[in-house]
């Protein structure tokens, strides 16, 4: 069985500063992981996928598999980040059967 | 290209009954998947539909299931409803047998009292 946690409900960071959301993950077979993001009042939308190795809105994400961890990264935050972020991994080639974390809401004061 | 819709947006049904919700995947996706997300919880797989034949099932009881027509549109069906069924329904489409970016829907709502 697979499992991801998102240690960290809430993140409160000011424009400028550095955030980090944390995700770690169990899974004995080889993973794909995503981070998804929900902007108020959007819908469910991909951020980034481990595999395709982008930078998406300045986010960065890097697989260790020592840790088994899937940390997301930005060195500095903007307002319009503000937003509920979910990890989530899949059993490679899958389909994408997503399993998620609970999520962090991320709020970014100016 | 249209993206994805679900209807209805939300409904209020009692335990016991039964409930369908509907979902129209994104212009030639084939493969939709459906999840539940309970307040203030991550989405949590149910089951995964590809070219009309269940490919792949969540750990959810057999009350829950579902259908897919030629045009790729979903169904989920929900029967004997339990208050803990209470709970936002999403669906994602996407191509390849879910190989590619899914794509969610604004999901449905659904209370039960």
């Known amino acids: 069985a697979q499992r991801v946690t998102q240690p960290e409900k809430l993140l409160s960071v000011f424009k400028g500063a550095p955030v980090e959301l944390k995700c770690n993950y169990s899974?004995?077979?080889?993973?794909?992981l995503f981070w998804y993001v929900q902007y108020s009042r959007q819908r469910l939308q991909l951020l980034l996928r481990h595999i395709s190795r982008e930078s998406i809105k300045g986010f960065t994400a890097d697989l260790n598999k020592g840790e088994t961890s899937f940390h997301l990264k930005k060195p500095f935050a903007q307002e319009e980040d503000s937003a509920m972020y979910y990890c989530?991994?899949?059993?490679?080639?899958?389909?994408?059967?997503?399993?998620f974390g609970g999520g962090t809401r991320v709020l970014v004061k100016p | 290209e249209t993206g994805v819709t679900q209807s209805p947006t939300h409904l209020i049904k009692t335990r016991g009954q039964q409930v369908t919700l509907r979902c129209s995947s994104q212009s030639g996706h084939n493969t939709v998947s459906w999840y539940q997300q309970a307040l203030g919880q991550g989405p949590q797989f149910i089951f995964q539909?590809?070219?009309?034949?269940?490919?792949g099932r969540g750990n959810f009881p057999p009350r829950f299931s579902g259908l897919q027509f030629p045009n790729y549109s979903s169904e989920l069906n929900v029967n004997a409803l339990e208050l803990d069924d209470s709970a936002l329904y999403l669906c994602?489409?996407?191509?390849?047998?879910?190989?590619?970016?899914?794509?969610f829907g604004p999901g449905t709502r659904l209370l039960v009292l």
């Open positions: 994602a489409s996407s191509l390849a047998g879910g190989e590619e970016t899914q794509y």
């Open positions: 539909y590809y070219r009309e034949e269940e490919n």
């Open positions: 989530a991994l899949s059993p490679k080639a899958a389909g994408n059967k997503l399993t």
């Open positions: 899974y004995s077979g080889s993973p794909e």
